[in-house]
T-cell receptor, first 117, second 114 residues
């Protein structure tokens, strides 16, 4: 099956610093990638849709200046949490859309656990 | 508007018994339906999807799901549960036209008791 990697898997940072998370589709090209946030014992919350070569589309309530998304190539999207604060601590999961000509399937990365001290 | 309901937060089943994890959905048009499984501190793994055609869909690890249009349901099933099936299961829906992204249910934690 299609593989999506995420790096780093875990990061601890001080409040006020910025953190970059990379998402890569390893064996397929993804024109569309998605970034989710998951709180403990809750479902995934879509943050933004990342389109290769264009600006990301953010969901309502998600600050685009705080969560910077760049989709530089068909296999790489990055999420940068700028000036991180403790409330940004969460599990961030990316997903890449694999187009098969029928119902596209989203494949998910293993997630990044962000802890802001 | 799209939505997914997983009415059970927790499902417990004895090893070797059949398991069912329930999911109902709401979409404006025809749905694409998905099941994913999440192990602790991991991302989501794709199990199976319904596109069209046969209402019974078979997926990974012996799981299957049945699409029921009249009941707007897509319950996940397995004939004989394994302890290793214990995980968090998410149902998701996407309209066949229009919305670009998946809408997820709140998840059901399955515990298989040895």
């Amino acid at each position: 099956g299609a593989v999506v990697s995420q790096h780093p898997s875990r990061v601890i940072c001080k409040s006020g610093t910025s953190v970059k998370i990379e998402c890569r589709s390893l064996d397929f090209q993804a024109t569309t990638m998605f970034w989710y946030r998951q709180f403990p014992k809750q479902s995934l919350m879509l943050m933004a849709t990342s389109n290769e070569g264009s600006k990301a589309t953010y969901e309502q309530g998600v600050e685009k200046d705080k969560f910077l998304i760049n989709h530089a190539s068909l296999t790489l999207s990055t999420l940068t949490v700028t000036s991180a604060h403790p409330e940004d601590s969460s599990f961030y999961i990316c997903s890449a859309r694999f187009s098969t000509g029928g119902a596209d399937t989203q494949y998910f990365g293993p997630g990044t656990r962000l802890t802001v001290l | 508007a799209q939505s997914v309901a997983q009415p059970e937060d927790q499902v417990n089943v004895a090893e070797g018994n059949p398991l069912t994890v329930k999911c109902t959905y709401s979409v404006s048009g025809n749905p694409y339906l998905f099941w994913y499984v999440q192990y602790p501190n991991r991302g989501l793994q794709f199990l199976l999807k319904y596109i069209t055609g046969d209402n019974l869909v078979k997926g990974s690890y012996g799981f299957e799901a049945e699409f029921n249009k009249s009941q707007t349901s897509f319950h996940l099933k397995k004939p004989s549960a394994l302890v290793s099936d214990s995980a968090l299961y998410f149902c998701a829906v996407r309209e066949q036209t229009g919305a670009n992204n998946l809408f997820f249910g709140t998840g059901t934690r399955l515990t298989v008791i040895p």
